[in-house]
């Protein structure tokens, strides 16, 4: 936690001044790690600056959020690449899903998922992680849904420790997660509410497929990529 930034909005000028900030708060507190995952595709330019500051390799964990069939912008639920999914039940019931329309809306996100590892992992398997420790990045937690997906798959690569590491996140969600992991931290904490990452941004938009690969062409090219963007 930063002190100054708690409960402030418009904190960072982009993912990448936040990234970079995120970075130099992990190497102060002497947070290392073998390896980054980002989540895309906001927290690809984040986990690149905390995996050059603190000297890890970086990959990505495709996790998406199951979202709410008349609202493309909201879910209640998230997936994790092998299928493993948090469901917020008491939402579910309170939008009034039927089972169908829950395995109709996670199916769809588990195709999106297949697409996206060909995509960005050129379909490399995820190996495991025994005796490795992760940091989990994301450019920011509202619900905490895709970073609950997200831990649930890791915890089953047996990583020896696991940080979640993002520049801004709810009060509410931090608490949730805490006993999930080893250590948490967030520069930008805030309650209330309404809450929205973008907040936490000057500049903030959906990065584009072709972003995210540039930054991880990117990263192949300088080493830090912890798998080959190469199909072969």
């Known amino acids: 936690m930063e002190e100054s930034l708690v409960n402030k909005v418009y904190v960072f000028k982009d993912r990448w001044d936040a990234g970079h900030k995120l970075g130099e708060k992990l190497r102060e507190n002497k947070i290392d790690a073998d390896i980054v ?43 994790a690449p092998d299928g493993t999914y948090f469901i917020d039940e008491a939402f579910a019931e309170y939008l009034g899903l ?28 995820y ?59 967030c520069l930008n904490p805030r309650g209330g509410l309404f809450y929205a990452v973008a907040d936490a941004y000057e500049t903030w938009y959906d990065l584009s497929e072709n972003e995210v690969l540039d930054i991880l062409e990117k990263a192949e090219k300088e080493g830090i990529l912890a798998y080959s963007l190469n199909q072969h």
């Open 98 to 125: 039927s089972d169908r329309e829950i395995e109709a809306a996670l199916r769809e996100q588990l195709d999106e998922i297949k697409r996206r590892l060909a995509l960005f992992r050129a379909n490399k398997p």
């Open 127 to 185: 190996k495991p992680l025994v005796g490795k420790k992760v940091v989990v990045v994301d450019d920011g937690i509202a619900t905490g849904y895709t970073m609950r997906a997200a831990l649930s798959f890791l915890k089953k690569l047996k990583p020896s420790k696991i940080v979640v590491a993002v520049p801004t996140a709810h009060t509410k969600s931090l608490q949730l997660l805490l006993s999930e992991v080893d250590q948490i931290v």
């Open 37 to 79: 995952y980002a989540i895309p595709s906001g927290g690809v330019p984040v986990g690149y600056s905390v995996a050059k500051i603190v000297r890890a390799k970086l990959d990505v964990l495709i996790c998406r959020k199951i979202l709410i069939p008349w609202n493309r912008e909201a879910g209640f639920g998230a997936v």
